[in-house]
């Protein structure tokens, strides 16, 4: 479970990090929507919603409500 979480902060910061670069974040709009599917078992899955953000004119706004 551990490496599991560790590759999702990693792939989380790897993608805001990308978002950034590849923008212009004072003049662009973009949501940033993370998580962990799990795959059960007889075909079902299950997704754990870790980070929703929507940054706009350069400033982040957290849009799940656990934060």
Not at 7 to 30: D, G, Q, R
């Amino acid at each position: 479970m551990e490496l599991t979480y560790t590759a999702y902060n990693c792939i989380l910061n790897e993608v805001k990090t990308t978002a950034i670069a590849a923008v212009s974040p004072e003049n662009c709009e973009y949501v940033i929507i993370a998580g962990i599917q799990v795959h059960g078992p007889n075909g079902t899955n299950f997704y754990w919603p870790g980070h929703i953000s929507k940054w706009q004119n350069g400033v982040s706004y957290v849009l799940d409500d656990r934060h």
